[in-house]
Antibody, heavy 121, light 113 residues
Framework: EVQLVESGGGLVQPGGSLRLSCAASGFAFSSHAITWLRQAPGKGLEWVSGISGSGGSTYYADSVKGRFTISRHNSKNTLYLQMNSLRAEDTAVYYC??????????????WGQGTLVIVSS | DIVMTQSPDSLAVSLGERATINCKSSQSVLYSSNNKNPLAWYQQKPGQPPKLLIYWASTRESGVPDRFSGSGSGTDFTLTISSLQAEDVAVYYCQHYYSNPITFGQGTRLEIK
């Protein structure tokens, strides 16, 4: 059974940093691109960042480019999102989601339960 | 960026009746190379992550009931639930993956009438 478990969310002040993790199991982790998406409270879905199976290709939404860094440790079956210079508008539930292929085809067949990030003073 | 617009924003349908949700993209998302439309549909129930229903506009994900179907091409797409069940109450999202950035529709809330 595929499992994606996010952690690392919490309350952080504007301008602060946070690192999210996504622990994966039940599939060949390095064979799949993985993506971070987010959902602000009561709002719709927003793509944040994606990374290929090898980690050699990364992609970012303009809203987070230069502030967030996606990475993966394939031997630990773990995905990360380093978030710096956080803003109030980054407040959301952050999901990691699995792409069915190695490269980022762009649809997501398995999702984690999400971790809540609140940026507030 | 490609803007995805869903209609209606909310929908109330009687049990056993058909539910239709529309999704329009601001530009064509048809891949001319393989004649496929990179368009997915998701279902999200309260307190849960989204669940993939349909990809490539009309391919049903494994395990999804066959009352769910997707259609359309180019800029206009439709998710149809042929006979609404109580467990289908949810918010439904369309999403293109034609190019980065991937974008989603605003969501359609489906309720029982």
């Amino acid at each position: 059974e595929v499992q994606l478990v996010e952690s690392g969310g919490g309350l952080v002040q504007p301008g602060g940093s946070l690192r999210l993790s996504c622990a994966a199991s039940g599939f060949a982790f390095s064979s799949h691109a993985i993506t971070w998406l987010r959902q602000a409270p009561g709002k719709g879905l927003e793509w944040v960042s994606g990374i290929s199976g090898s980690g050699g290709s990364t992609y970012y939404a303009d809203s987070v480019k230069g502030r967030f860094t996606i990475s993966r440790h394939n031997s630990k079956n773990t995905l990360y999102l380093q978030m710096n210079s956080l803003r109030a508008e980054d407040t959301a539930v952050y999901y990691c989601a699995k792409d069915p292929t190695t490269t980022t085809t762009g649809y997501f067949d398995d999702w984690g339960q999400g971790t809540l990030v609140i940026v507030s003073s | 960026d490609i803007v995805m617009t869903q209609s209606p924003d909310s929908l109330a349908v009687s049990l056993g009746e058909r539910a239709t949700i529309n999704c329009k993209s601001s530009q064509s998302v048809l891949y001319s190379s393989n004649n496929k439309n990179p368009l997915a549909w998701y279902q999200q129930k309260p307190g849960q992550p989204p669940k993939l229903l349909i990809y490539w506009a009309s391919t049903r994900e494994s395990g999804v009931p066959d009352r769910f179907s997707g259609s359309g091409s180019g800029t206009d797409f439709t998710l149809t639930i042929s006979s609404l069940q109580a467990e289908d109450v949810a918010v439904y999202y369309c999403q293109h993956y034609y190019s980065n950035p991937i974008t989603f529709g605003q969501g359609t809330r489906l309720e029982i009438k």
